[in-house]
């Protein structure tokens, strides 16, 4: 796992606090989040007999709001170990699989392809080459109607771009060309000075 999440997740006791780590600063915003992206999710289609991919999933923002009602197969995996325990332990069901994925890397071996591949707010923490790796093997996991969400930030940060990777312009377009994905943009929205965060499907 890479320097930057390895430290937030060690700092964490996610069993008292599971929502911080994700940034929420309350259980109850860690909640109206899962609901909000559930909902842009249903918005591009999404529906609980969907195959669901959630990349980067955390403590289970996404598996929080579809547990109950989910029929299709969710799959959620994570870099980091201790979110997957987590969502292991309290996210049981059949159709509910979770497994660590490598930073580049999501390693799906057993053929099963998805109505959604969705990467909210993980591409925002990762560079350029890292997004053209994962986004190529995402279209072997894409049925060929498939569609993958994901957000990204545009414009240049100062700071540690592990916690805000902004991309420029050039890059982004690079990312979208190399992938061979097609792109809409589906919000625009600023995310603090200089830089925006985009809302995205990418598409076979
Ligand atoms: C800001 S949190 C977002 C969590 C969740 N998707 C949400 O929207 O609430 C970023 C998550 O992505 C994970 N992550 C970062 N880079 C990743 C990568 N390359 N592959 C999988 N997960 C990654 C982090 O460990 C963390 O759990």
Redesign the pocket.
């Known amino acids: 796992m890479n320097d930057f999440?390895q430290k937030g997740?060690d700092s964490q006791n996610i069993e008292d606090n599971y929502w911080s780590i994700?940034?929420f600063a309350s259980e109850q915003d860690f909640k109206t989040?899962s609901i909000r992206?559930l909902k842009r999710l249903q918005n591009i289609g999404f529906n609980f007999n969907s195959n669901l991919l959630d990349?980067?999933?955390?403590t289970g923002?996404i598996p929080y709001s579809i547990f109950n009602d989910m029929k299709g197969k969710y799959y959620g995996?994570?870099?980091?170990e201790k979110?997957v325990e987590y969502c292991m332990r309290k996210y049981q069901k059949d159709n509910f699989t979770f497994f660590v994925?490598e930073?580049?890397n999501i390693g799906i071996i057993d053929g099963t392809q998805f109505d959604f591949i969705c990467f909210?707010?993980?591409f925002t923490?990762?560079y350029e080459d890292?997004i053209i790796a994962?986004l190529k093997q995402c279209k072997g996991y894409l049925k060929p109607d498939g569609k993958i969400m994901a957000d990204f930030f545009i414009g240049k940060y100062d700071g540690d771009n592990r916690y805000i990777s902004g991309l420029s312009q050039e890059s982004f377009d690079k990312i979208i060309q190399e992938s061979g994905l097609e792109l809409q943009i589906l919000s625009n929205k600023p995310f603090q000075d200089n830089i925006q965060r985009i809302l995205t499907t990418l598409s076979l």
């Not at 995996?77 to 980091?80: G, N, T, V």
């Open positions: 999440f997740w994700l940034g989040a992206k990349v980067g999933c955390g923002t995996c994570d870099i980091s979110g994925n930073q580049t909210y707010s993980v923490h990762c890292e994962i």
